[in-house]
């Protein structure tokens, strides 16, 4: 069963920056997509960035102009860039990898952002 990994979440002040990482433990076959979303307390799960295969990068309208997807499908690997932190993008971050037959999931990295 192959796992996504997450990594580089943690505390960071308002207008730091924080790079996720998230890395698949075997390969992936037929990859249609492959993106992050976020959780924050007492909220639904949504969507942050994505990239369809083939297709253009998505943004949440709330990130725009400070967060970059980016992935290396060699090794199946799918980064968030986050600049410009704000107090509102506090919340667990999950990378997803999805294919013609299955969505993988991280477990979920933390993102504290606070003074």
């Known amino acids: 069963q192959v796992q996504l990994v997450e990594s580089g979440g943690g505390l960071v002040q308002p207008g730091g920056s924080l790079r996720l990482s998230c890395e698949a433990s075997?390969?992936?076959?037929?990859?249609?997509?492959m993106g992050w979303y976020r959780q924050a307390p007492g909220k639904q799960r949504e969507l942050v960035a994505v990239i369809p295969s083939g297709g253009s990068t998505n943004y949440a309208d709330s990130v725009k102009g400070r967060f970059t997807i980016s992935t290396d499908n060699a090794k199946n690997t799918v980064y968030l860039q986050m600049n410009s932190l704000k107090p509102e993008d506090t919340a667990v971050y999950y990378c997803y990898i999805r294919n013609a037959w299955a969505n993988y999931w991280g477990q979920g990295t933390q993102v504290t952002v606070s003074s």
């Open positions: 075997g390969v992936i076959f037929a990859i249609n997509a």
